[in-house]
């Protein structure tokens, strides 16, 4: 698996070595040892699997507050999105930034998602398949987003009028979140 750093601190994308030949394709979607050897160790405890049947289908931008915080490491089986992340840490040096990412079943490229970050992806193509392995439960006291259109982050979607489940049109704007996290550098 090759490692590469993002714009935004402790945020790596992931290209995993594959190998094809005629009959398809093998490749390790995860080995911890390989994590744990560039220093990266998550306990993750849990798979879930999205399916987002239309082309603009927005999800996010979402998180969940301590103790529930979730590192996430999400990938493409089926199709393409644009990915989202925004680092919430206060103190981070690149705390309210964002950044995108094309996540395709084409580029099996996967995304390190940090605890602290809001995240969320518009799918490109239509039946899209989203999988994410998660190191912290579901909590739905903990759950919470941020507006997929922020005029202060200026994210640059590839549409502009998505397709959003009800409990998204009403996300609060970056300016109004009470900072939820701190940045504990490094360690």
């Known amino acids: 698996m090759g490692f590469l750093k993002t714009t935004l601190k402790d945020a790596y994308l992931f290209e995993p070595k594959v190998f094809g030949d005629n009959r398809g394709f093998f490749m390790e979607t995860y080995n911890g040892k390989v994590f744990e050897e560039a220093g990266l160790s998550f306990n993750f405890i849990q798979d879930n699997h999205a399916m987002s049947a239309e082309a603009g289908t927005l999800r996010g931008m979402h998180f969940q507050l301590e103790p529930y915080a979730q590192t996430k490491l999400v990938r493409v089986i089926k199709g393409a999105v644009y990915d989202v992340i925004v680092d919430l840490r206060a103190g981070s040096p690149t705390y309210g930034q964002w950044e995108g990412f094309i996540l395709s079943e084409e580029n099996k490229r996967q995304l390190l998602v940090p605890q602290g970050f809001a995240h969320g992806y518009c799918t490109l193509v ?15 006291e903990c759950d919470r987003g941020l507006a997929w259109d922020d005029p202060q982050l200026n994210i640059k979607w590839p549409i502009s009028n998505p397709i959003l489940s009800e409990k998204d049109t009403k996300q609060p704007l970056f300016k109004d979140l009470d900072c939820p996290f701190t940045y504990k550098g490094e360690e």
């Open 126 to 140: 239509k039946d899209t398949e989203f999988v994410y392995k998660v190191d912290n439960y579901y909590s739905p």
